[in-house]
């Protein structure tokens, strides 16, 4: 059994070899990618990805690491710097998304957290039981297992300290594959190993009782003065519980980019304490502020720590920002300004490749957690990036050569690990643990072959040894300490080509992601994230999947995206929750909505099959009436919803002109962004003159009552006419009652009128629980694997639903989950005798790996008769690959033409042979249901074997030495921009 089957086999569903899975996985807020971008080989790039349920899945997972060799890389949000949760050597990471359970412990003040679980998920528990974190780091939204593994500081710390400060007990699976439990010293195994002796699986943190919190500001003119009021409050004890300091640029950009109560221009001390302790810490507050000429006022909490992440978004308005954070003892901090003042100009000054400014946290010990940011005029895509991130190595050796060290290892700094982990830990100084050796000890003797997160925090001896090119970049980069830009300007620059790569698969979408500060915000309001929460269906982790193609394509020269990776990132419901809390304001929704229709233009128009009304429901269809009913295309496969709506009618002497299933209101082309084949449509519409259009399905209403009136005026469309869901006309003419307990499933494209009817069923005696998810039905098309996991999700959270959508309950039941639509639960309590006739059809599995077999084979065999062809026009690759696409384009499109023509005629014959004596109806039911099949292998399909294969051929009958990078990347273009010729064709796929 191989590696891939071995997990599979084990984990199922919580295994995952997908591209946008592992390229997801590569990324974390600091510039490891771009040290990747710019020429060292980490192998950033997971080979597989598994997401852990429980303890036992854990203890399997480092088994069979073990027995595979195969290294292991613990991620949770990935909000550190340094690589922690990036792997170094490829093989497995373990996404800890789905262990996020929370228990609270209030007699003993301690909540028992899972290692995924977020720490304002923590807070936010504590809370409800009259406590809250004594602690947190300043990313709030990074998981519980990342802050105990990297020990950081944050919020919080000048009175609790760092983290390990905070944790009454630590369980971990080690080496070994064994779990253990490690309290007190043994503690310093764990917390600031960064996941290389163990894998973190439940945490104990300690709480404090709950009180609000005050904030008061003091603003000071200049540094010294800053200086001294920090000494007052470690020689004064002041019982504050935060306290933060702000550079002049800093407090300028947050102030005027998030409305910031800062005195702009001017260093800002914010402090924060309970506010039981008002009348204690107020009166030493202003004394400070008396002493070192400081102006008092009123701060805010409420969403002030977010602010944290505010300085990452405010400053990169300029240009990138190069962000470096270490620890220091107080008395060294105007030594460090001095120091880094000579290397990159003065403080406080924020403009690109000009100035720095500092961010600074207390610690009780004495220690400052000191953020030094500085910008830089290049973007980090640009291949001189290297050079301005050598100002983080200057940064960094100015922390050192004073005593302190950097808050966390990873990748960067072996050799100041006991830096880190001994001279400046202080919490296991106090208790005479010598931090560092202890890990360094255990690490030898349990993971001797650095199966745990290699590359980190120790130097590595047998893998990830990459990551010791860092160093010797590092050390060329001090070379040039006085002159950065000199060697910057004699070096050749330019755009990496994979972020050229990225560009071209994901449009504007690439150059918005390269803005993502990797806060993880977006994470925690996602609310499919909640429903699946896998790495790429969170924003974060949609940006991380384009930093994760550039990465890919310079490791290995070629990188090919299908369709269905594309739509598996895009296929969300745009809610616009994230929107409403990224700090670097990015309009993610709409991103996705253009990302979206990529694909969706892509896809061709399925042929539709006209329901036929029977006879009975004659007196019921009248094309005289001026209310219509809109059945569309989408309830072409639902027949029993059509007919128990009309029987409802029927019941309620109603008289409907009926438009039948062939119709198609848009829907797709509105969600897509596709204004112009929408206007198309309106127009073929333009014969529906009503004074009220009943609609069955939420998309239809959504389409008529916004686009409509959106676009009437661009389609040269007049009507008007109101928009009523069928529920909605239902519950205000029929009466009945009833005191059921309702889970009312409001899929997304009928929250508009969803309130509407929950108040209706109400006033009718049910007890309705509002249910929000989408489905994915509609969608299903080009989301991939999510619309069916989206389902299956909400089914196992509520075995019963009552849905508005009538595809989405076609689509709960396909996948297990006992459901119904609204209109069906209102026709048993009218009595009527509901007979459900869903015309379905399932392609077999056996097909679907024929089919792809069969394409790949015809595309391969149409480009073999011309490898000769292609093989004389190699001398032309050096002209670049856009002359050369040019040259050889007309030999792919001739290719591929042939292949849209015998590829179709091979599935005609297949669909004869297999289903040639079903009747027509039958037929064009299964017509439809391969030509989806179909569209959707085209969107997953993966043409780098194919290609390699080809290369292969052209090798054998040439001696032309030519770019097998350019030659590969150009056939990987055309063969992509053509397939739509093979869509194209599926619209005469008839037998």
Not at 149 to 156: C, I, K, P, R, T
Not at 798 to 815: D, G, H, Q, W
Request: with cysteine; proline share 4%.
């Amino acid at each position: 059994m191989t590696l891939r089957d071995e997990l599979e086999s084990r984990f199922r569903e919580n295994f995952s070899d997908a591209l946008v899975e592992r390229l997801s996985h590569s990324v974390d807020m600091g510039f490891v990618p771009e040290l990747v971008w710019s020429g060292i080989k980490i192998n950033v790039i997971p080979d597989y990805v598994v997401y852990p349920q429980n303890t036992e899945d854990i203890i399997d997972l480092v088994k069979i690491g073990i027995s595979n060799n195969v290294p292991l890389t613990p991620y949770g949000r990935g909000t550190n710097r340094y690589g922690n949760a990036i792997p170094a050597d490829g093989g497995i990471v373990l996404d800890f998304s789905k262990m996020n359970k929370i228990e609270i412990d209030e007699a003993n003040r301690i909540a028992v957290a899972e290692a995924g679980a977020t720490w304002k998920l923590v807070d936010i528990a504590a809370q409800q039981k009259g406590l809250q974190l004594r602690t947190f780091p300043s990313s709030y939204d990074s998981t519980v297992g990342g802050g105990t593994a990297g020990d950081a500081l944050g919020v919080g710390s000048y009175e609790y300290g760092f983290i390990c400060d905070n944790i009454a007990f630590v369980e971990m699976v080690n080496p070994k594959g064994e779990i253990v439990r490690l309290e007190g010293k043994d503690l310093a195994i764990v917390c600031g190993a960064e996941g290389t002796t163990g894998i973190i699986t439940k945490v104990g943190i300690k709480l404090r009782p709950f009180s609000s919190t005050e904030s008061l500001v003091i603003s000071f003119e200049d540094f010294e003065k800053v200086y001294g009021a920090i000494g007052e409050f470690y020689r004064e004890v002041i019982p504050a519980w935060h306290i933060q300091v702000r550079g002049p640029a800093i407090s300028s950009y947050i102030h005027d980019k998030f409305r910031a109560t800062l005195d702009p221009g001017k260093w800002n001390m914010v402090v924060l304490y309970p506010s039981t302790r008002s009348s204690i810490v107020e009166p030493k507050l202003y004394k400070i502020a008396q002493t070192y000429n400081g102006k008092v006022f009123e701060g805010e909490w409420t969403g002030w720590w977010s602010f944290n992440h505010g300085v990452n978004a405010a400053l990169r308005s300029k240009g990138l920002l190069i962000h470096q954070h270490g620890l220091l003892h107080y008395t060294k901090i105007k030594d460090l300004i001095d120091s880094i003042q000579r290397d990159l100009g003065n403080i406080g000054v924020l403009e690109p490749n000009k100035g720095f400014d500092l961010d600074i946290d207390l610690e009780r010990r004495e220690v400052l957690l000191v953020n030094a940011f500085t910008q830089v005029s290049l973007n980090p895509v640009d291949r001189k990036i290297i050079y301005d991130l050598a100002k983080n190595t200057l940064m960094m050796e100015d922390f050192v050569k004073l005593g302190g060290s950097m808050l966390s290892v990873g990748m960067f700094v072996h050799k100041y690990a006991r830096n880190r982990l001994s001279t400046m830990g202080k919490t296991f100084q106090d208790l005479g643990v010598d931090r560092y050796e202890v890990m360094k000890k255990y690490k030898e003797e349990m993971d001797s072959e650095e199966i745990f997160n290699p590359g980190k925090v120790f130097e590595p001896k047998k893998r990830a040894k990459t990551v010791l090119e860092i160093v010797d970049k590092q050390n060329e980069a001090l070379k040039f300490r006085f002159g950065i830009g000199i060697a910057k300007s004699l070096s050749p620059g330019g755009e990496v080509e994979g972020y050229k790569v990225a560009k071209k698969y994901l449009d504007i979408f690439a150059d918005y992601a390269l803005t993502c500060i990797d806060c993880a915000m977006c994470v925690t309001v996602c609310p499919q994230y909640r429903l699946i929460p896998q790495w790429p269906y969170a924003p974060k982790g949609m940006f991380d999947f384009t930093r994760g193609i550039i990465s890919y394509f310079e490791l290995h020269d070629t990188v090919d995206i299908p369709d269905s990776t594309i739509a598996e990132i895009s296929g969300c419901h745009k809610c616009g929750l994230c929107d409403g809390v990224c700090p670097a304001r990015i309009p993610i929704s709409t991103l996705l909505i253009k990302l979206n229709s990529l694909v969706a233009r892509k896809i061709p128009e399925e042929p539709t099959i006209d329901i036929r009304i029977p006879d009975y429901y004659k007196d019921v269809i009248s094309d005289d009436s001026e209310i219509g009913l809109w059945l569309g295309r989408y309830l072409s496969d639902n027949p029993s919803i059509v007919y128990v709506t009309l029987d409802l009618l029927k019941r309620l002497g109603l008289k409907v002109k009926v438009f039948g299933t062939s119709k198609d209101s848009g829907f797709m082309d509105y969600i897509s962004g596709n204004g112009n084949s929408l206007i198309e449509k309106i127009k073929e519409n333009s014969n529906i003159n009503l004074l009220e259009l009943i609609t069955i399905s939420p998309e239809d209403y959504k389409t008529f009552s916004e686009a409509y009136r959106e676009y009437s005026k661009l389609a040269g469309y007049s009507n008007v006419f109101e928009v009523v869901p069928i529920e909605v006309r239902l519950l205000k003419s029929i009466q009945f009652e009833g005191n059921d307990e309702i889970n009312l499933h409001v899929a997304c494209f009928s929250s508009s009128y969803a309130d509407e009817i929950i108040k209706r069923l109400r006033e009718k005696g049910f007890k309705v629980k509002k249910i929000e998810g989408c489905s994915g039905a509609i969608l299903e098309r080009n989301l991939g694997k999510r619309s069916d996991r989206m389902a299956k999700a909400l089914g196992e959270t509520y075995p019963n639903l009552i849905t508005l959508c009538p595809l989405a309950e076609m689509k709960f039941r396909s996948v297990g989950v006992n459901a119904k639509s609204l209109i069906e639960f209102i026709a048993e309590k009218a009595g009527i005798i509901i007979s459900t006739q869903v015309s379905s059809f399932k392609v077999p599995d056996e097909d679907k790996k024929k089919i792809n077999d069969t394409l790949l084979s015809s595309i391969l065999a149409s480009l073999n008769k011309r490898t000769q062809v292609i093989a004389d026009t190699l001398s032309f690759i050096s002209s670049g690959p856009d002359e050369y696409k040019k040259i050889i384009e007309p030999i792919i499109v001739e290719a591929m033409d042939e292949v849209s023509q015998s590829f179709v005629q091979g599935i005609k014959t297949m669909l004869s042979n297999e289903y040639g004596n079903e009747d027509l109806s039958k037929k064009s039911i299964i017509t439809s249901t391969y030509v989806k099949e179909i569209s959707s292998i085209l969107l997953s399909i993966s043409l780098e074997n194919v290609i390699q294969e080809l290369i292969n051929v052209i090798k054998t009958i040439t001696n032309e030495k030519f770019d097998e990078k350019t030659l590969s990347s150009v056939l990987l273009d055309l063969i992509r921009d053509n397939e739509n010729k093979i869509r194209s064709s599926l619209v005469s796929l008839s037998f």
